[in-house]
């Protein structure tokens, strides 16, 4: 039998979910000169809104729903819009390089995190999901696979968040240093 309560708390926080991230998607649609996106004003405001609402529990239900199932189909739809041709007609270079980047980004990530600093294997695992394949919605999909904590998850969206910081100021370092083109 289906418990009506459940399906209306997880009605409410999708509805909240849906309607602040419509809002948000108009909002960039009608102004194009917005800096941020929608995803991330959205988060912004969900995380505006917990703080200011602490209490309120009518949306968790809902909103956790949204944040784990919705998010990691997302993902998988994402995936799968890469059409394959696209990537075979820029020939197997790329094909090689996506291949071989995201290996060698998962190995670096498993023996610097686990065999240099001691790191448990769920961490350097999500570490280099979210550092090789797409940050957060990767390490979002891949950690009910291993059977991260929810203190594994935390711990690891912090330390991707000062690796993208690096890597922000140390990508165009890199790039005149070695005479990159935007391109490259």
């Given at each position: 039998?289906?418990?009506?309560?459940?399906?209306?708390?997880?009605?409410?926080?999708?509805a909240f979910c849906f309607i602040v991230?419509?809002?948000?998607?108009?909002?960039?649609?009608?102004?194009?000169?917005?800096?941020?996106?929608?995803?991330l004003l959205s988060l912004a405001a969900?995380?505006?809104?917990?703080?200011?609402?602490?209490?309120?529990?009518?949306?968790?239900?809902?909103?956790?729903?949204?944040?784990?199932?919705?998010?990691?189909?997302?993902?998988?739809?994402?995936?799968?819009?890469?059409?394959?041709?696209?990537?075979?007609?820029?020939?197997?270079?790329?094909?090689?390089?996506?291949?071989?980047?995201?290996?060698?980004?998962?190995?670096?990530?498993?023996?610097?995190?686990?065999?240099?600093?001691?790191?448990?294997?769920?961490?350097?695992?999500?570490?280099?999901?979210?550092?090789?394949?797409?940050?957060?919605?990767?390490?979002?999909?891949?950690?009910?696979?291993?059977?991260?904590?929810?203190?594994?998850?935390?711990?690891?969206?912090?330390?991707?968040?000062?690796?993208?910081?690096?890597?922000?100021?140390?990508?165009?370092?890199?790039?005149?240093?070695?005479?990159?083109?935007?391109?490259?």
């Amino acid at each position: 039998m289906v418990n009506t309560n459940n399906l209306l708390d997880h009605a409410n926080g999708l509805a909240f979910c849906f309607i602040v991230g419509s809002f948000f998607w108009l909002l960039n649609k009608i102004f194009t000169n917005i800096i941020f996106d929608a995803l991330l004003l959205s988060l912004a405001a969900g995380i505006l809104f917990a703080n200011i609402f602490g209490n309120s529990r009518w949306h968790v239900s809902g909103s956790k729903y949204a944040s784990k199932q919705i998010l990691e189909f997302a993902v998988m739809i994402l995936g799968a819009s890469i059409f394959l041709p696209d990537i075979i007609s820029n020939g197997f270079g790329l094909f090689a390089l996506i291949f071989f980047g995201i290996t060698g980004s998962m190995l670096i990530s498993y023996c610097v995190g686990h065999l240099f600093l001691g790191l448990n294997v769920k961490l350097t695992t999500l570490i280099g999901v979210g550092n090789s394949i797409c940050g957060n919605s990767a390490i979002a999909v891949v950690a009910p696979i291993i059977g991260a904590t929810a203190t594994d998850i935390g711990a690891v969206i912090g330390i991707s968040a000062i690796l993208g910081a690096i890597q922000i100021f140390l990508l165009p370092i890199l790039a005149v240093t070695l005479g990159l083109s935007d391109y490259h």
